[in-house]
T-cell receptor, first 112, second 112 residues
Framework: ETGVTQTPRHLVMGMTNKKSLKCEQH?????MYWYKQSAKKPLELMFV???????ENNSVPSRFSPECPNSSHLFLHLHTLQPEDSALYLC???????????FGPGTRLTVL | GEDVEQSLFLSVREGDSSVINCTYT??????LYWYKQEPGAGLQLLTY?????DMKQDQRLTVLLNKKDKHLSLRIADTQTGDSAIYFC????????????FGAGTRLAVHP
């Protein structure tokens, strides 16, 4: 138990659906991250938030939309996804940017 | 550019020692990290070393750091089947906030 929870753990969606992934950290951290992990590519950093402000967007397609309403919660809104977006989506948090990151268990996403 | 490299696969016999190697490019690294990912789970912080140290030992784990060659290694003594996992090396990159750069991960397979 790392103090970072993610829901749902598994998600199957069609290409026309809209869904959201949720991440919550109970560690009092100020930075949160979204990563994508797939068989074809190693860990890919998608978005970084610090004090609820987005500080990095690594050329992620607009069909992925992050939201950080407060320092404890991070969402990833999904719409019009493609089958190649099927992957494990990991959330992480850290005390400050650059410190060690604590990861959630991930959401296994399958796009049909 | 910033890069962290690892070999992708390592197979060892139960009871032997495992050595997982990593090289990094950024010279300003302060802490360097090893993470472990078991099947179906997120990444778990395993150990770390501060860049002014050459070695750190924690029970069966030994981390060696060669700053001159920018080489980091993780040695697992008396490897057990429960050690089978993917091991990620991570180092802070350069830039405004020294974000962590992860290697591609080394898959460790332990066989009887």
């Amino acid at each position: 138990e790392t103090g970072v929870t993610q829901t749902p753990r598994h998600l199957v969606m069609g290409m026309t659906n809209k869904k959201s992934l949720k991440c919550e950290q109970h560690l009092g951290h100020n930075a949160m991250y979204w990563y994508k992990q797939s068989a074809k590519k190693p860990l890919e950093l998608m978005f970084v938030y610090s004090l609820e402000e987005r500080v990095e967007n690594n050329s992620v397609p607009s069909r992925f939309s992050p939201e950080c309403p407060n320092s404890s919660h991070l969402f990833l809104h999904l719409h019009t996804l493609q089958p190649e977006d099927s992957a494990l989506y990991l959330c992480a948090s850290s005390v400050l940017l650059g410190n060690e990151q604590f990861f959630g268990p991930g959401t296994r996403l399958t796009v049909l | 550019g910033e890069d962290v490299e690892q070999s992708l696969f390592l197979s060892v016999r139960e009871g032997d020692s495992s050595v997982i190697n990593c090289t990094y490019t950024d010279s300003s690294s302060t802490y360097l990290y090893w993470y472990k990912q078991e099947p179906g789970a997120g990444l778990q912080l395993l150990t770390y070393i501060f860049s002014n140290m050459d070695m750190k030992q924690d029970q069966r784990l030994t981390v060696l750091l060669n700053k001159k060659d920018k080489h980091l290694s993780l040695r697992i003594a008396d490897t057990q089947t429960g050690d089978s996992a993917i091991y990620f090396c991570a180092a802070p990159g350069s830039g405004g906030y020294n974000k962590l750069i992860f290697g591609a991960g080394t898959r460790l397979a332990v066989h009887p």
